[in-house]
């Protein structure tokens, strides 16, 4: 049986979290709280309350695995299961967008770094694709190549590409988004996140 402190960082620190969340107190008092894991599902719908303006439920479907390994897929069985509940909570979702004929949506390779002849590297979903949580995402190999490249002069430059027509969002301009999003503080949330790209960049231009 392993304790917290054996378990991988990334594991470690999500188990952290769960505790620590189970152990908050309501105003004093504890309250009671349970943890569930449901696989295999997919959101279908969003169920309306009675008064059609609050959640009362969320309809899943049911999926199966086919195939094995990284080329297993979850296809739908065709059945669904109604879960009741009172919040529903979107994740971060991800979609790739191609950049140049060349490069694919996941590049090929155990370090990703070469995709027709080209000397490339990359990290994050880019190379492993859309698994994981963030702490599994950091965890990569990347500079032990690009150092490796820079000691046999393969790499002289590290340059970073600016596409035609792109416009580029600087560090400064990043923390007036971050500063816009903290104002959710005062609706007693960590942040009040800007969904809307375009309302994100006229934030960051502004």
Known sequence: QLSLEDLPRPRKRLTELMIKTLKMEDGGQEVSKQWGFRFLRSPVKVLPGADGKRVAGIRLAVNKLEGSGEGAQAIPTGHTEDLECG????????????????????????????????????????????????????????????????????????????????????????????????????????????????????????
Not at 98 to 111: M, R
Not at 136 to 146: K, Y
Request: contains cysteine; neutral net charge.
């Open 87 to 206: 919040m529903v909570i979107c994740s971060i979702g991800y979609k790739s967008l191609p950049i140049d004929p060349a490069l694919l949506k996941v590049l090929p390779g155990a370090d990703g770094k070469r995709v027709a002849g080209i000397r490339l590297y990359c990290s994050g979903w880019l190379k492993r694709g859309p698994t994981g949580v963030i702490a599994t995402t950091m965890m990569t190999v990347l500079i032990q190549f690009v150092k490796s490249d820079m000691s046999v002069h393969l790499l002289m430059y590290l340059c970073v590409f600016v596409f035609p027509g792109v416009r580029e969002v600087s560090f400064s301009e990043w923390e007036k988004i971050n500063s816009e999003e903290a104002e959710g503080r005062s609706f007693g949330k960590p942040r009040e996140k800007l969904l809307d790209v375009e309302e994100m960049l006229a934030v960051a231009w502004s």
